[in-house]
């Protein structure tokens, strides 16, 4: 039975799959954000859930187990950090957790199993931890595997010539460069400015050497480290003619600075001319020429362009 799309019967990604005593099969739809029903031989009967946080919506629904004896199912909400309840016909019953790492609280659930007493049993991805409740949502118990997760770390942002906010160069981080301290509040690594360049992202090294980290990549250093932040030249912008002071014989052009320019060219030619090669080329520093050439009832016209180690930009 089924196909990829999000009809009846059909799926996206299934994922968890339970069967009840009636011999109901019972299959979650990670990303379609629910749960559809069928008989033994997989005829379509029901199916509910929607993306969401409200009572019965989801938000990444993995696995799915029934408890058979009292006629209830619970799914763990693996986004919405928490354990929902419903009844075999799907409708809403009760729900327990928030996002943490305290007793009754989750990081990423995404496991769920019940005992012959009808306790039920949560693993979390995250928190690298299983929690025991009863039937009700009740706390009883927790466990946690051999996994160590270090100490928040601090991680210092080098802008590499740009900048970042002063209270954003030392951050600290957990499990991933997404997370913030207490591993669950969402604490993005910043996007910092540079004027005439493009931000590439962070990397482990300088000038983009070693790996680029990004929101969701793991934190694998046991000890504080740097960042470094990868730039990308852009093209000059076009200069600006901020005036032009003209004399009998000699005009004076002033313009106005191209923040990534290492210098400027200066073009010359008269009505019935062309253009040639710049009659001066500038440094960065530069911002104005004076030309002693003018000859009376010759129009004569100039254009200016800015460059750096990219490229040229355009004539103004």
Do not use: C
Request: net charge negative; glycine share 12%.
């Amino acid at each position: 039975m089924g196909s990829q799309g999000n009809g009846d019967g059909q799926f996206n990604r299934p994922y968890g799959i339970a069967i009840d005593g009636r011999g109901h099969v019972y299959v979650t739809d990670s990303e379609l954000h629910r749960i559809q029903e069928f008989d033994a031989n997989g005829i379509f009967l029901n199916k509910w859930g929607s993306q969401g946080s409200d009572d019965g919506q989801f938000r990444f629904p993995f696995d799915i187990t029934v408890d058979n004896r009292n006629g209830h199912i619970y799914v763990p909400d693996a986004q919405n950090n928490r354990i929902q309840k419903f009844d075999l016909d799907g409708n809403f019953i009760s729900q327990w957790g928030s996002a943490g790492s305290g007793d009754g609280q989750f990081s990423f659930p995404n496991g769920v199993a019940l005992d012959r007493n009808g306790d039920v049993y949560v693993s979390e991805a995250t928190n690298h931890q299983v929690q025991k409740f009863n039937a009700n949502g009740n706390f009883l118990n927790r466990w946690s595997g051999t996994i160590t997760v270090p100490e928040a770390l601090k991680v210092q942002l080098d802008a590499q010539g740009g900048t970042v906010h002063p209270a954003e160069q030392v951050k600290q981080y957990h499990a991933t460069y997404g997370e913030g301290s207490d591993g669950v509040t969402v604490d993005h690594l910043p996007k910092p400015e540079r004027e005439g360049y493009t931000f590439e992202g962070w990397f482990t090294e300088a000038d983009g050497a070693g790996l680029e980290v990004t929101n969701t990549s793991r934190v694998t250093s046991l000890e504080d480290h740097t960042l470094y932040a990868k730039w990308t030249l852009n093209y000059p912008s076009i200069p600006v003619i901020r005036s032009v002071e003209a004399g009998d014989s000699s005009v004076t052009l002033k313009w106005k600075a191209i923040p990534n320019a290492d210098g400027y060219n200066l073009y010359q030619r008269t009505e019935t001319g062309s253009y040639g090669a710049p009659i001066i080329i500038t440094d960065r520093s530069v911002l104005h020429y004076t030309y002693e050439k003018l000859t009376n009832g010759t129009r004569t016209f100039f254009k200016i362009e800015a460059f750096n180690r990219r490229g040229q930009a355009g004539l103004h």
